[in-house]
């Protein structure tokens, strides 16, 4: 385990049965390392958007693409504030019946940029895969209106 990752498994208390990252990234430290270790394995890939999937998604995300001199793309459920043209993707229901909306603002993803997907937890990997493929379809979509 490398010194970071066993810091990270040190500071985030359970709660109820539920990991709390947000208290552990209020350390400012914390959060500064956190960033880094996220974007280290891509520094060579020439990202130029970070997307993170609402909510905690938004603050990994976010402190990626800073690291990275990316810019960052938020990719939301519905219900939040996201004006302007939207992609949206519906997922199909999981083994729990539930399906997951997703949304993106269809001006934040261009031909050719290269976008690193980031979520906070293995729970929603089904949406992470479903929403790495709406980047290139954006994308597609964008290219050949």
Same mark, same amino acid.
């Given at each position: ?30 959060? +500064?390392? *956190?960033?880094?270790?996220? @974007?280290?394995?891509?520094? =060579? &890939?020439? $990202? #130029? ?5 609402? %909510? ?28 302007? +043209?939207? *992609?949206?993707?519906?997922? @199909?229901?999981?083994?729990? =019946? &539930?399906? $997951? #909306? ?5 001006? %934040? ?37």
């Amino acid at each position: 385990m490398s010194g970071f990752h066993a810091e990270l498994v040190a500071r985030v208390q359970i709660i109820h049965g539920h990991a709390d990252v947000l208290g552990a990234v209020a350390d400012a430290g914390l959060l +500064a390392r *956190a960033a880094a270790a996220l @974007a280290a394995p891509f520094a =060579g &890939e020439h $990202v #130029t958007k970070v997307a993170g999937l609402e %909510a905690r998604g938004f603050i990994f995300g976010a402190a990626a693409a800073l690291e990275l001199g990316a810019g960052f793309v938020p990719v939301r459920k519905p219900g939040g504030i996201h004006p302007g +043209a939207k *992609a949206r993707l519906v997922t @199909a229901p999981s083994w729990r =019946g &539930e399906s $997951v #909306t997703l949304e993106v603002q269809r001006a %934040a993803i261009q031909p050719g940029d290269r976008v690193l997907l980031v979520d906070d937890e293995a729970l929603a990997r089904r949406d992470v895969l479903l929403a790495s493929r709406e980047p290139e379809r954006l994308a597609d979509e964008i290219a050949d209106p």
